[in-house]
């Protein structure tokens, strides 16, 4: 047993970050009982997010995909009277290495043994729903629903798996609507994936009174809000076509916002992010600077490539986050750095297994290479997701903590 002090905070308490605060935390009562958890995080709840497409149709539904974080590590006290660990509702600001501190925009100042960037990244809504607290994010979605529900022409911009998922979803439950849904590449879905894939995807698009235009780029103004509310509006795309539509659902892609670097950049001196805000890491999920041992970043807002970043490899990055800095806590490399316990590193290659419903009966997927596009066993295998997009699991995972 060790009685030392270890200040483990974890950024972010998502998919990636839940994972390590919990696998870390369960440590106070495995020998170290001065351990402390902080886990940090801008909203009030966990959101599950990947199941974003079905709450596009159904209200009671997307509601149950928020779990409260506030108790998230009370299981893992000691002592329930003088707790160690603790959850805090706001955003992280600035990095101080030398002092190993971190500034929140609350006022408060977080020391750190060890620091884990979980911030991951945000979509446009409905794929992600702005709002603080549970009451604000319900709000919005309900808003979102009644909107989708109002609207007659639906423009869906993005063709990768949140737009394909999110047009069958509301062609399915709205048959009289009108959806288009434009794609800059040549054919759906993310290139390392079959063309079989995003042929069947098309397909079963089609089958549903879907327009699918692929090799178009829309032509997305910087000062126009897309937050999925009904309103008139016409873009123009890179063929001179142009969309009209009364509400604009932009599935793009994600954006990482790691502004919170800038001061440890300074600090070191070196450049720390990609061009698009990622956290570049070694395979060891640690920061890539020599002078940054302590400090991991799994997930969305890590520099890997899109191909890294599906749930089921995001959860495998903070397995590896966690063994890590479990080997350093017990080698005692928080007390004394110039101990080098053995690393264990992240190892899985982009993602190549993928299941993409397309409302509650059709789908597409890809298993080892094989893609199962216009089939039927293609509907079959998204029908593992398309069932509930996964929530009975991740519930029961979660509620596990936030009971």
Request: glycine residues 8%; hydrophobic residues 40%.
């Amino acid at each position: 047993m060790s009685t030392r002090n270890i200040n483990v905070v974890v950024v972010g308490v998502s998919v990636a970050g839940l994972k390590v605060a919990k696998t870390i935390a369960a440590l106070s009562k495995q020998g170290f009982p001065n351990l402390s958890v902080t886990a940090i995080d801008k909203n009030e709840y966990f959101y599950h997010a990947i199941a974003a497409p079905r709450a596009t149709v159904d209200l009671e539904f997307g509601k149950k995909l928020f779990f409260p974080l506030a108790d998230i590590l009370q299981e893992f006290e000691l002592n329930p009277a003088e707790p160690k660990h603790k959850f805090i509702q706001t955003t992280l600001t600035s990095i101080n290495n030398a002092q190993k501190t971190i500034q929140l925009s609350n006022g408060q100042t977080v020391a750190f043994d060890y620091l884990v960037l979980a911030t991951g990244a945000k979509n446009k809504s409905p794929a992600h729903y702005e709002g603080a607290t549970m009451a604000e994010v319900h709000r919005n979605m309900e808003e979102t629903f009644e909107s989708i529900k109002e609207a007659k022409d639906i423009l869906i911009i993005g063709g990768g798996a949140v737009g394909i998922e999110i047009a069958g979803e509301i062609a399915t439950a709205y048959k009289d609507k009108k959806i288009t849904l434009v794609h800059a590449a040549e054919r759906l879905m993310p290139l390392n994936f079959k063309h079989g894939i995003s042929n069947g995807a098309v397909d079963k698009l089609q089958r549903l009174g879907v327009e699918v235009v692929l090799n178009e780029k829309i032509k997305v103004p910087e000062d126009v809000l897309f937050n999925c509310r009904v309103r008139p509006l016409t873009l123009t795309g890179t063929s001179g076509r142009e969309y009209a539509s009364d509400l604009q659902i932009l599935a793009t892609g994600t954006t990482v916002h790691t502004e919170y670097m800038e001061s440890l950049e300074g600090e070191l001196g070196e450049h720390l992010r990609n061009d698009w805000g990622g956290i570049k890491v070694r395979k060891t999920l640690q920061a890539n600077s020599e002078s940054l041992p302590n400090i991991f970043v799994p997930g969305d807002c890590n520099a890997l490539p899109a191909g890294y970043k599906f749930a089921y490899l995001v959860g495998a990055m903070s397995t590896v986050v966690a063994t890590n800095i479990i080997a350093m806590i017990n080698a005692g490399f928080d007390e004394d750095s110039t101990k080098k316990p053995t690393l264990v590193e992240y190892t899985s290659g982009p993602m190549n297994i993928m299941f993409v419903p397309i409302g509650p009966n059709l789908g597409v997927a890809q298993i080892m290479g094989i893609a199962f596009g216009k089939s039927f066993m293609g509907n079959v295998l998204a029908g593992f997701k398309s069932k509930d997009y996964f929530y009975a699991k991740i519930a029961a995972e979660v509620t596990d903590v936030v009971k």
